[in-house]
């Protein structure tokens, strides 16, 4: 059974649980070939009805906030591991409450903090090896500049006690041999920090597409047991958009149809409210049975229902003209949209369909006026 799109209420995301599950299943194979541990990095994806599924083959998940740390801490029901640049004091009854393992940017978190920990939470601390494998310095976490992790040269002048492990996030979209160079890097900077016996873990964060088509998850493995063997550590990975890929829907409905140079359709789906990456990438969605600009009969510009001028989602080609009312459904949709949903203009936030293990299609969440209301 496929999912039937017509009957949906627009705008609405849906998210494929089996596609979820063949993602699970190519990342659980990585941790069976290694023993290493992976988490779901929840900033990109937190739609937690679909957790029973997701945490039947991961360890837990990899959080940003407390917010995210609590969310996890009820729904998901494993290990729960928190990062965030900086920490407020009055966060630690929640840190506490909540969370496994911690890890701190900086030396003065570290030291602002580490009193007030329950002794059963691990601590790490964020490294800076400097390199870089991601092109567009919005997503590059070393580039110059940085705010994120510790630098090698300040590394030094730190006390290490209570810290166990180390956390070196430096990819987004990359492949295995980005892993193997940023590998390469991080002995060159760390390895005598590596060697400490007190270091138990190493979290290379996230930024894999391990269930992207071309990934060598062999290659993956070898790069996990030569590091895991040589320091005696264990190797987490934090995947987000991996976990995910290629799992969810945006689906639209054309509500009107202007010219002005070119066909113009108005969705009631948004770039800058719905899927903000398509702006801030930028890149362009892929959407069903549609084509690049001109490459089929009928061409047309998408705009989002908002007043910013620049909230154009692409420009596409179909085989018949658009018609007001038709559906429109765009690919790959489940990372970072509903964690990253706006109310600007007032728009109507996107329904969560959830197509089933068992291929039933429900309307998950619904929102309304009071959520828009309640927020200001």
Sequence with gaps: MTINF????????????????????????????????????????????????????????????????????????????????????????????????????????????????????????????????????????????????ILRQDLEHIHLDRVSGFHIHALCQNNEDSLGRLITSTEEKFESYLKLEQIKWINFGGGHMVSRPGYDMNILCDHINRFQEKYNVQVILEPGEAVVFDAGYLVAEVIDIVHNKMNIAILDASATAHMPDVLEMPYRPDIIDAAVFEEKKYSYRLGGNTCLSGDIIGEYSFDAPLKIGQKIVFTDMAQYTMVKNTLFNGIELPRIYIFSESKVLNCNKEFGFEIFKTRL
């Design 6 to 149: 017509e009957n949906i209420k627009t705008p609405a995301y849906v998210i494929d649980e089996n596609k979820i599950k063949a993602n699970l299943l190519k990342l659980n194979n990585v941790k069976q070939q290694t023993g290493c541990k992976i988490l779901l990095a929840t900033k990109a994806y937190s739609c937690y009805n679909t957790y029973p599924l997701i945490s039947r083959y991961l360890d837990g998940t990899t959080n940003s906030s407390t917010n995210e740390a609590r969310l996890s801490f009820e729904e998901f029901g494993k290990e729960v591991h928190l990062y965030s640049p900086a920490f407020k004091l009055s966060d630690i009854n929640d840190i506490n409450q909540t969370v496994n393992s911690i890890i701190f940017n900086s030396n003065n978190q570290f030291q602002m903090f580490k009193e007030e920990l329950h002794e059963t939470i691990e601590i790490g601390l964020r490294l800076n090896p400097e390199h870089i494998e991601v092109e567009n310095p919005m997503y590059s976490p070393c580039a110059p500049g940085s705010r994120f992790g």
